[in-house]
């Protein structure tokens, strides 16, 4: 399985933009990296995914490097009710694994 | 409004009085799926089913059990809860397992 390795937890100021790093060294190269978030004890909410080209939405922007084994979801400009725990998982099979996540604190 | 809902959305039980979590979802998803969350593990995938009738256990499935009879509903049954299944309990829906995952609200239990 595939999995991510991300840091526990990281401070950001508001207006600025928050860079989450992933890695997936494991990862093959049929599987998506996906980013989900969670506010408070909220059901994770789908936030952005990409296989190799860097991809941007509404929400974020995500940047996979070129060998695949890391990602970065940027918030562009965060804000308070960005704060909130973030998930980056791979997919691999039929199983979801999420690990404990990155908890993401925005300060005024 | 396209949802997954989940009921009780609060439970407090007794140790080895069977009780059933349900999940409902109106998108016509294939895939459905149950994690319980606890502090610092992140989310734990219990069970997932490919379509009905067709199940497997995830990572964390002791316990549990799940019936997929129609498309639409996917309830987690606990024939006899332990305090250790003391948890929150999120079920999830999408058109398959590499698409966006649709999480309902939860549901958190207590088992005394």
């Known amino acids: 399985d595939a999995k991510t390795t991300q840091p526990p937890s990281m401070d950001c100021a508001e207006g600025r933009a928050a860079n989450l790093p992933c890695n997936h060294s494991t990862i093959s190269g049929n599987e998506y990296v996906y980013w989900y978030r969670q506010i408070h004890s909220q059901g994770p909410q789908y936030i952005i995914h990409g296989l190799k080209n860097n991809e941007t939405n509404e929400m974020a922007s995500l940047i996979i490097t070129e060998d695949r084994k890391s990602s970065t979801l940027i918030l562009p400009h965060a804000t308070l009710r960005d704060t909130a725990v973030y998930y980056c998982i791979v997919i691999n099979d039929y199983k979801l694994s999420f690990g404990a996540g990155t908890t993401v604190t925005v300060r005024a | 409004e396209a949802q997954v809902t989940q009921n009780p959305r609060y439970l407090i039980t007794v140790t080895g009085k069977k009780l059933t979590v349900t999940c409902s979802q109106n998108?016509?998803?294939?895939?459905m799926s149950w994690y319980r969350q606890d502090p610092g593990l992140g989310l734990r995938q219990i069970y997932y089913s490919m379509n009905v009738e067709v199940t497997d256990k995830g990572d964390v499935p002791e316990g549990y059990k799940v019936s997929r009879k129609e498309k639409r509903n996917f309830p987690l049954i606990l024939e006899s809860p332990s305090p250790n299944q003391t948890s929150l309990y999120f079920c999830a829906s999408s058109l398959s397992p590499s698409d966006e995952q649709y999480f309902g609200p939860g549901t958190r239990l207590t088992v005394t």
């Open positions: 998108m016509n998803h294939e895939y």
